[in-house]
């Protein structure tokens, strides 16, 4: 993942990705393997790492993130969502190295395992 990724909103793709083969794809009531990386402060509120998660395919960022609060209790929630739930802007979430811009739309993992990654940033890191 570049740095410039993290930090820049407006950057979503810098390697193509080649899309699943249609065998490998996998229909919505499927169940998806999720690992969650948390980095930054955030690593701090979970006692391993990476998290493996459970979920209904497709899932939404809002799932995990609602899971993790679960987990991590409210503390972590804090950090992470705004009173409203929404997520705070100084909070990066990627897919498979995809920035995440809407929290609420569908994911639908297309491989066995997929990877979501959590930053939280400093001030001096751009946030």
Known sequence: ???DA????????????AEPAPAARLTPCASASVEIWLFGSL?????????RLQFRNPFSIDDVVAELGHRCGD??????????GSMLRHCRVFVNG??????????????????????????????
């Open 1 to 3: 993942m570049r740095w």
């Open 6 to 17: 993290v930090v820049e909103r407006d950057r979503r793709r810098f390697e193509p990705r």
């Open 43 to 51: 690593a701090d509120a979970v006692p391993e790492r990476p998290l």
């Open 75 to 84: 503390a972590f929630l804090s950090r992470v969502t705004a009173p409203d």
């Open 98 to 127: 995809e920035a995440v811009e809407d929290t609420g739309a569908p994911v639908c993992a297309h491989a066995p395992l997929s990877q979501i990654e959590m930053i939280l940033l400093t001030a001096a890191e751009g946030g």
